[in-house]
């Protein structure tokens, strides 16, 4: 399989009559699925006897570094039942720290490759159940964990958001989930609202935000089952980055600490500039993070913090500035001509960065970073700096 990884889909499609003894849209189908698990799942992809019973599931299924972390939560005698099992990542890794898992799926084709893949992998204490799972639980054995990752497509394969509009309908569902186990994890998008859905899933204890390379992929929610709502205190808050060096970024807060925290404005840029990394923006956890680090906020709206003395374990990115640059029409003219290219970010600014390309003729890439910004006294700046 892996020296045909480059071949071109379509060509080997259309040739399928020279090849009469081989299933070649499975194969294409394979292929394909091989490419879209090849960064994500290196462990899988390394494997060649597995299969994979669509694309879209190899596009939705979790990646390797999110299905570990998601081990930390279950213990050995845990006996977790994966409502939705799909691909069956989250199952196959669940299933190296907990005694069984039952993974339910209702589509066939996906238990069949379930089953060939959890024996080619030699994970023998999953059960594949090939059923409707809402319709299944009265029959299933006693479990102590539940895992669900409700479907976000409707029809016409059409992407949704909002809990009720997914399948399984999980705030509906999580009474009946609370009668057999004492714990669900759901696993829901990274467009979710995280104020409307704690409203909706009362016993969530803890939210963990999980980003892969500064990307938010999903949004997974601890909900204890019976415990009524929870507190802003005692309410944890797991922001989490995966970084392409392999470093795990770690950010934790409580609602009630965030909005307690009284932040400090800077008055003007300092030499280091800081950008939070996607977890802890979508946990919008903006004053606490500045708290926490000693930095200072650049304005309310803008998410950008800076400091005198560097703050290496600042979790997100982090810069040196070079300069800062007062904005006017007469810059964007001219920045160009000293700065012919870099990587241009928006925050808290009229302009959209292709505006700014457009006006300023600044083309896209090298090791120059241009942040254009709003100070706290409302000043509109652009901030030269390069990574450390």
């Not at 994979?52 to 570990?68: G, H, L, N, R, Y």
């Not at 090298?366 to 652009?382: C, I, Q, R």
Request: charged share 25%.
């Amino acid at each position: 399989m892996h020296e045909h990884a480059a071949d071109d889909l379509t060509h080997l499609l259309l040739s399928a009559s020279r090849y009469p003894n081989l299933d070649i849209p499975f194969l294409v189908n394979q292929l394909a699925a091989r490419r879209q698990i090849r960064e994500k799942l290196p462990t899988w992809f390394a494997e060649e006897d597995l299969v994979f019973p669509s694309k879209i599931a190899a596009e939705q299924c979790s990646s390797e570094q999110t299905a570990m972390y998601k081990q930390r939560l279950v213990s050995p005698d845990d006996r977790l039942c994966d409502l939705t099992g799909g691909l069956g990542i989250d199952s196959f890794y669940f299933s190296r720290q907990v005694r069984i898992v039952y993974y339910i799926e209702r589509f066939t084709e996906y238990c069949e490759a379930a089953r060939n893949n959890f024996q080619t992998l030699g994970a023998d204490n999953i059960v594949v159940i090939n059923e409707d799972s809402v319709s299944y639980l009265p029959h299933l054995p006693a479990v102590s964990v539940f895992y669900i990752d409700p479907a976000r497509r409707g029809e016409g394969n059409k992407r949704v958001y909002a809990l009720a509009d997914c399948e399984p309908d999980l705030p509906a569902l999580l009474p009946k989930l609370g009668e057999l186990a004492p714990r669900v994890l759901a696993k829901l998008s990274p467009m979710a609202d995280l104020k409307q859905t704690l409203a909706l899933l009362p016993g969530t204890v803890a939210i963990h935000i999980l980003s892969v390379r500064n990307e938010c992929k999903e949004v997974l929610m601890d909900i204890r089952c019976g415990g009524g709502e929870v507190s802003e205190k005692d309410l944890q808050v797991h922001c989490v980055n995966f970084t392409s060096s392999g470093r795990e970024e770690t950010f934790v807060f409580s609602p009630e600490e965030e909005r307690q925290a009284v932040v400090r404005f800077a008055p003007s840029v300092l030499s280091f500039l800081y950008e939070p990394n996607a977890s802890v923006m979508k946990a919008g956890a903006f004053k606490t993070v500045a708290l926490r680090f000693g930095v200072e906020k650049l304005h309310a709206s803008s998410h950008l913090y800076t400091s005198a003395e560097l703050k290496m374990d600042f979790p997100g990115r982090i810069f040196a500035v070079d300069a800062v640059y007062t904005f006017n029409n007469r810059l964007c003219k001219e920045i160009g001509k000293e700065i012919p290219k870099a990587n241009i970010a928006v925050r808290n600014f009229p302009l959209s960065v292709d505006e700014l390309r457009k006006k300023s003729k600044i083309k896209e890439g090298g090791d120059v970073f241009l942040f254009a910004t709003t100070l706290s006294s409302g000043e509109k700046v652009w901030i030269r700096g390069h990574k450390i």
